[in-house]
């Protein structure tokens, strides 16, 4: 088996790589930091490939893909994992800051799934993993553009499961709520520490990454981690109101 993880150098990324690295498969690992990508990929040996990649850059984001299928074969898994996260009032954000945002974390995976979805479907088979957010389904003040584009992500992915299934193709949705990562660390920091969010239930990226591995195994539709807060996806507008009223002001 050949799996695909962007942004595999740190955080859940990272944990998914590692995951499918002790489970047998190839994995093939993307993202910029070199040196980290190949301290993970040392795990591997011959079956980790790591490509070295700007996924913002238009040029780099998908010039890869015959270079891995070459090195470790057809394409059977692509987490679609990279992702950027901007804590900020939206009018004081940079346009150029969100722009970049809504392309990585938005445009970057629905262009990477049609291109191995490409591959896979004429072969009958594959997993699309798309790595969303809670703030799909519970839009986080102060997090305007990152809700807006993991918004979009989950709900291309979520259509995307039935129209390809015909194909033998699967989707699985994945839901992070807070967990431990260079990411969740630098989101949290950017809020006034308030009682409401000091003690949120918090994963382990690598609970996460055995659920994720386990979901595609399984054909499951989605992952939402912590657990507790599967009860968002049912009662969205209970969840809303209450983070409307708990989130903690932004610092400045
Ligand atoms: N942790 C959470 O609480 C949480 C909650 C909900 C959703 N998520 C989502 O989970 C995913 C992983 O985040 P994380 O928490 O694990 O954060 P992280 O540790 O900061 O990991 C982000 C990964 O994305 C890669 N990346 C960023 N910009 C890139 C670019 N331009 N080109 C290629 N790769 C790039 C980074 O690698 P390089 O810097 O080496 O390029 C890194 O490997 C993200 O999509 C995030 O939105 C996380």
Same mark, same amino acid.
């Given at each position: 088996?050949?799996?695909?993880?962007?942004?595999?150098?740190?955080?859940?990324?990272?944990?998914?790589?590692?995951?499918?690295?002790?489970?047998?498969?190839?994995?093939?690992?993307?993202?910029?930091?070199?040196?980290?990508?190949?301290?993970? #990929?040392? +795990?591997?040996?011959?079956?980790?490939?790591?490509?070295? $990649?700007?996924? =913002?850059?238009?040029? !780099? /984001?998908?010039?890869?893909?015959?270079?891995?299928?070459?090195?470790?074969?057809?394409?059977?898994?692509?987490?679609?994992?990279?992702?950027?996260?901007?804590?900020?009032?939206?009018?004081?954000?940079?346009?150029?800051?969100?722009?970049?945002?809504?392309?990585?974390?938005?445009?970057?995976?629905?262009?990477?799934?049609?291109?191995?979805?490409?591959?896979?479907?004429?072969?009958?088979?594959?997993?699309?993993?798309?790595?969303?957010?809670?703030? #799909?389904? +519970?839009?986080?003040?102060?997090?305007?553009?990152?809700? $807006?584009?993991? =918004?979009?992500?989950? !709900? /291309?992915?979520?259509?995307?499961?039935?129209?390809?299934?015909?194909?033998?193709?699967?989707?699985?949705?994945?839901?992070?709520?807070?967990?431990?990562?260079?990411?969740?660390?630098?989101?949290?920091?950017?809020?006034?520490?308030?009682?409401?969010?000091?003690?949120?239930?918090?994963?382990?990226?690598?609970?996460?990454?055995?659920?994720?591995?386990?979901?595609?195994?399984?054909?499951?539709?989605?992952?939402?981690?912590?657990?507790?807060?599967?009860?968002?996806?049912?009662?969205?507008?209970?969840?809303?109101?209450?983070?409307?009223?708990?989130?903690?002001?932004?610092?400045?």
């Amino acid at each position: 088996m050949h799996v695909v993880v962007t942004g595999a150098s740190s955080g859940i990324g990272e944990a998914i790589a590692r995951e499918y690295l002790a489970r047998g498969a190839n994995v093939t690992l993307v993202a910029r930091r070199k040196e980290h990508l190949e301290r993970i #990929a040392a +795990a591997g040996a011959e079956r980790a490939h790591v490509v070295v $990649a700007d996924l =913002a850059d238009a040029e !780099a /984001a998908w010039a890869w893909i015959d270079g891995a299928e070459n090195a470790l074969g057809p394409i059977d898994v692509l987490v679609n994992n990279a992702g950027i996260q901007i804590v900020k009032h939206a009018t004081e954000t940079d346009w150029a800051a969100a722009e970049r945002l809504l392309h990585l974390d938005l445009h970057v995976p629905l262009r990477l799934t049609t291109l191995v979805l490409r591959r896979m479907i004429p072969r009958g088979t594959g997993t699309i993993v798309d790595v969303a957010s809670m703030a #799909a389904i +519970a839009p986080t003040p102060g997090m305007y553009f990152y809700n $807006a584009a993991k =918004a979009g992500l989950a !709900a /291309a992915s979520e259509g995307l499961r039935a129209e390809v299934k015909k194909h033998g193709v699967h989707v699985v949705t994945v839901y992070p709520g807070p967990v431990t990562s260079e990411l969740e660390a630098a989101g949290r920091a950017a809020y006034e520490d308030a009682a409401a969010t000091r003690n949120v239930p918090t994963g382990t990226p690598e609970v996460l990454a055995r659920l994720v591995a386990d979901a595609v195994a399984k054909k499951r539709p989605r992952v939402i981690y912590p657990r507790t807060y599967g009860f968002a996806r049912h009662f969205p507008n209970a969840t809303r109101w209450a983070l409307d009223r708990l989130t903690p002001p932004l610092k400045g």
